[in-house]
Each structure stands twice: as C-alpha cells, then as structure tokens.
C-alpha cells in the first residue's frame, strides 16, 4: 500500500514537469511526451570578407540575384540568444537555401541546427520546408533531430527581426518540437 502510494506520488511528480538550465528553452514532460519550445536568433550574413552564407550555385541562365530561381546558398549562421549578435551564442544553423519558386520568393530550406549551451549542447534538429520568405511568419517544418530531439517532430515560426540593404538578416525563431525523451 506504501509502495503504491509512493510509485503514485512519483507518477505525478514527473507529469507537466519542467527541465531548463538555459533562457531560450523550455522542456515540459507531459507524461507520454516531451514538448521542447525554444526562442532564438538566426543571423544570415551575405556582405563583407566573412559571410556565413555564400552562393554555391546559380543558374547557367535567368537571374543571378538571390530570388532568382535556380540559386543555391550554404550557410553557417550562428544562433543567439536574442537578436543583437554579440548576444549568447547557442549554436549554427548550417545546410542550405536555395530559391525553388520560379514566380515568388520561395526558398528550399535544408538546414540542421545544432546546439551548443547548457542540456541541449550536442543535440540537433532537422529543418526541411519551403520558407516563403516575403511571408510576415513563415512557418516551416521539423523532420527529426539527435540527442534531446530523437524522434523530433515539430515546427518553427520564422519572423524577420531585420534586414538591411545587403540582405544581412536577422530572423526570430519560435520552435515547438515534441519527442518522447
Ligand atoms: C548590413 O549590416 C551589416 C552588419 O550586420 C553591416 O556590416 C553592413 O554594412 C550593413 N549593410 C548596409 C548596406 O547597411
Ligand atoms: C515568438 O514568441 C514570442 C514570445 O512568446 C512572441 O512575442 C512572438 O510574437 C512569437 N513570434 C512568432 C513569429 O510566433
């Protein structure tokens, strides 16, 4: 009777139960999942000696701008914590872009975003959609991830923070992922 009661009591304590050691994440166990939501930012540099993102392909013709379709980016963005890049670095946002709408803008995105602070370092997740970027939120999707987000499923809510003439951005991330780790 003890026993039981006391494998009750535990039962509870993990429902709804919260795991954060840093600001822009939240892990709540619900029980039969794990939801992750996270806040950060992506900084995407295209101008100066040392860019994060770089053109790697381009059609033979049409258009050579960046909303051309045919255009293909690799990028290792990194990831802060809020939108001042000299703020927390929390990891890199690396893969590629590239415009796949031939009549819009609509960018490919095929990106890992890996993870460097406090519980989440070493563990990633997988982004594959379509950002159509002169959407105000764009909203994409989560296919998988590694070490905390195993078997993620999940989205991310992009929202442009700012952009200046030689198309640096810095975009706002809100990301739901649930796993059952
Ligand atoms: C855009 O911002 C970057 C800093 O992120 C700066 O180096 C660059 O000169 C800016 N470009 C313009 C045209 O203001
Ligand atoms: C992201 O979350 C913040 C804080 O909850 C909220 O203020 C903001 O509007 C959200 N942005 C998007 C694009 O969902």
Redesign the pocket.
Known sequence: MVTFFLIFLLAIGTQGQTSDDVSWAKRVDTGSQVVTTM?FYFHDTLSGSNPSAIQVAQPQSGSNSLGGFGNLMMVDDPLTEGPDKNSKLIGHARGMYGQAARNELGLIMVLNYGFTDGIYKDSTFSLLSLNPAMQT?REMTIVGGTGLFRLARGYA???TYSINSSGDAVV?Y?VTISTYI
């Open positions: 806040q939120v809510l992009a929202q706002g809100n």
